[in-house]
């Protein structure tokens, strides 16, 4: 038979067994700590319980647990009032006291003692006068309190405490138990993030070794800038365009109907291909498939390490060719007797057969270095795909092609094409660009250089740089320009023009350049004035005063005719005069 002992313990036991076995589940700490209040509150007859538990600083306590509180209790409390933790505090709160101490603290009465003054009004609030803080702790060291309260004064004797402290040490269990598992769970998902990490890394490896082989062998197998784009294109799963820098000309291109791309326009993005500090080349894929992933950068990035690889070894091999194209079109231009022995056979050697008929198209002005390499390096993209080949060289400032040709008007389409790709990349402006008629013997090239060469100065100085010059567009500068020797043309004009020049130098006038001007603009006054920026009556005068000087008409055809194959023949003598004849320096 059960003693009454017995059956007074039962229920604490029950009640402990129940609190374990919450505690060994995953369930949030307010949960149990939510049980240990309300297990207290119903074992000893309390009106409300609470567990507090200290903040990570150690400042304060708040309430985590309850049974019985208002909402706005506990609010007031946790936000507006906590339980400060100050050990120099004179004024202290029971829980402070139990805390800090490591001793259960009672308040018989709230309205009696007058400890308990500055915290009457949140007693009178929740309706308590009368409760018990009892210390809870966890391996050792104090983690928060219990606090028990009842509506009437009470006075909590030695069983009760006992009781008490037997449940703030399934709170501190509770506590330790909660936390270790949050710890736990901490250490999994950190663990589980590294496992991830560190898979989608191999991952990363595995396709940046795949991607390395893959570019590995397109150097190896001399794939070039075409294999490059074909296996970027299998990486990427997109449309790959490779253009050469600065003259824009497709070097590959892979493209796919899913992902259509247009080069350079906004709804393409570009990778530069370096050599050094020079960007040679600029891969392209469309706007659409950005933001690559990262192991897709790093092969866009190392598909340019390897597209500049091809490049280079591509230029390697045409800086040869180019050097000895440049050699060939120098001895055929300037007329070297011991180059033009070779000059055929050497041609042939770079696949052009100078027994068909070739044009010498001319590209002068662009002169600054910076322009002039641009040019040179157009009118090579544009022989490039010349089929038949052509050549291309540079004397001094000049860019020379040797085009074959079916007849005049397909050279002057291809100078055409060669002058709308320089103005395209913003250095024709300043450009002329004149061809010549076809040349069919060995012989012909020196004469149809100096020719092309002296029609395009003439372009150049006029501004022509939307038109190609040809001996048909230049009239009677393209007649003059078959004349070989320069100081017979400077004699002519010299010995016409000589009063006006006279004029001109002793008196500070214009005569001259006045005449050119009217001449130019087909004697029309008006037209003649607004180019120099005078009166016509200006022009009048000084038209009538050069003709005075002059013993002639402007309206005799013949004495119009004589002026301007003068004045034409200072501008044909500056255009065939102003480098000398040997040819100046070669760059191929």
Not at 451 to 464: C, D
């Amino acid at each position: 038979m059960q003693t009454s002992g017995a059956l007074h313990l039962r229920p604490w036991l029950e009640a402990i067994a129940t609190i374990a076995t919450v505690i060994n589940r995953p369930v949030s700490l307010p949960e149990v700590l939510d049980l240990v209040s309300e297990t207290a509150a119903r074992l000893l007859g309390y009106d409300f319980c609470a567990v507090l538990i200290v903040d990570e600083e150690g400042n304060s306590l708040a309430i985590t647990g309850t049974y019985g509180l208002s909402s706005s209790y506990i609010q007031q409390v946790n936000a507006d009032h906590p339980v400060m933790l100050d050990p120099d505090d004179e004024l202290q709160a029971p829980s402070s006291k139990a805390f800090l101490t490591g001793r259960s603290v009672q308040v018989v009465d709230t309205l009696a003692d007058a400890t308990f003054l500055p915290w009457g009004g949140v007693a009178r609030q929740q309706g308590y006068r009368s409760l018990i803080s009892v210390p809870v702790v966890s391996s050792g060291v104090p983690v928060g309190t219990l606090n028990c309260y009842k509506r009437v004064p009470h006075e909590y004797g030695a069983d009760e405490r006992d009781l008490l402290s037997l449940l703030a040490d399934q709170a501190g269990v509770a506590i330790e138990t909660t936390r270790l598992r949050d710890r736990e769970a901490a250490t999994i998902a950190e663990l589980l993030a590294a496992n991830t990490a560190l898979a989608e890394q191999h991952e990363l490896l595995r396709r940046g070794e795949a991607v390395h082989e893959q570019f590995t062998q397109v150097a190896l197998r001399g794939g070039g800038v075409a294999g490059v784009a074909a296996a970027l294109t299998e990486v990427l799963g997109t449309s790959v365009v490779v253009t050469e820098e600065p003259s824009g000309a497709e070097l590959a291109a892979v493209k796919r109907d899913e992902n259509p791309l247009v080069t350079q326009d906004t709804e393409a993005h570009s990778t530069p291909v370096m050599l050094g500090l020079d960007t040679v080349a600029r891969i392209w894929v469309p706007r659409s498939v950005l933001p690559l992933p990262a192991v897709d950068v790093r092969a866009l990035e190392h598909a340019a390490t390897v597209c500049a690889l091809e490049v280079l070894r591509a230029r390697t091999a045409l800086e040869v060719e180019w050097r000895l194209s440049g050699e060939v079109v120098t001895d055929l231009l300037t007329g070297n007797p011991a180059g033009l022995v070779t000059a055929a056979e050497r041609a042939g050697r770079l696949g052009l057969d100078l027994t068909n008929p070739h044009a010498v198209i001319v590209v002068h002005g662009g002169t600054q270095r910076a322009g002039s390499a641009r040019v040179l390096s157009v009118a090579r993209s544009l022989v490039a795909t010349a089929q038949p080949r052509a050549l291309v060289s540079a004397i001094a400032d000049d860019v020379v092609l040797l085009l074959p040709a079916k007849d005049q008007a397909d050279a002057l389409d291809r100078a055409g094409q060669l002058q709308r790709q320089l103005r395209r990349i913003g250095v024709g402006a300043d450009t002329g660009v004149a061809v010549s008629p076809l040349c069919t013997t060995l012989a012909d090239y020196p004469a149809a250089y100096r020719r092309a060469r002296g029609a395009a100065t003439i372009a150049q100085l006029r501004g022509q740089a939307d038109t190609v010059a040809s001996f048909e567009s230049l009239g009677v500068h393209g007649l003059l320009l078959q004349l070989e020797d320069v100081s017979e043309l400077r004699r002519f004009a010299a010995e016409t023009l000589a009063p006006i020049r006279a004029h001109d130098a002793k008196r500070g006038t214009a005569l001259e350049q006045t005449l050119r001007a009217y001449v130019a603009h087909d004697l029309n006054t008006s037209a003649t004035a607004a180019a120099l920026f005078v009166h016509p009556n200006t022009v009048g005068l000084r038209i009538r005063k050069a003709e005075q000087l002059l013993g002639v008409s402007t309206a005799h055809v013949r004495s119009l005719a004589e002026l301007q194959i003068a004045l034409s023949a200072d501008e044909v003598a500056d255009a065939l005069g102003t480098r000398g004849q040997d040819g100046g320096t070669v760059r191929g």
